[in-house]
């Protein structure tokens, strides 16, 4: 079972960039996915997780209005599209599948982690 995440990079302040988080080895569509980010020195934190049919998401205070998540069951995949974008998003972003169909803030919830992808955001 592998989580693919791709689509980082650097961008601009108010810029956006969007990211994929493709799952292989078995089907997530009955589980929900999670996005979690770390910066430099600081703990993994929760950014956002969309339930298993993709009804509903929910996202950490700090990205609500900018983030969303999305996802694509046929296609295996989940999304995660950041607009107005500020230096301090700047982190690894992770992705994740939990072990329910309901999101959760709490990364002991996900099972399965990818490895991280970088998004760099110059002021």
């Known amino acids: 079972v592998q989580l693919q995440a791709s689509g980082g990079g650097l961008v601009q302040a108010g810029g956006s960039l969007g990211l994929s988080c493709a799952a292989s080895?078995?089907?997530?569509?009955?589980?929900?996915m999670g996005w979690f980010r770390q910066a430099p020195g600081k703990e993994r934190e929760f950014v956002g997780a969309?339930?298993?049919?993709?009804?509903?998401?929910n996202y950490a205070d700090s990205v609500k209005g900018r983030f969303t998540i999305s996802r694509d069951n046929a296609k295996n995949t989940v999304y995660l599209q950041m607009n107005s974008l500020k230096p301090e998003d700047t982190a690894v972003y992770y992705c994740?599948?939990?072990?329910?169909?309901?999101?959760?803030?709490?990364?002991?919830?996900?099972?399965?982690w990818g490895q991280g992808t970088q998004v760099t955001v110059s002021s």
């Open positions: 080895g078995r089907t997530f569509s009955n589980n929900a």
């Open positions: 969309i339930n298993w049919s993709g009804s509903v998401s």
């Open positions: 994740a599948a939990a072990r329910y169909a309901l999101g959760s803030p709490q990364a002991y919830d996900y099972d399965y």
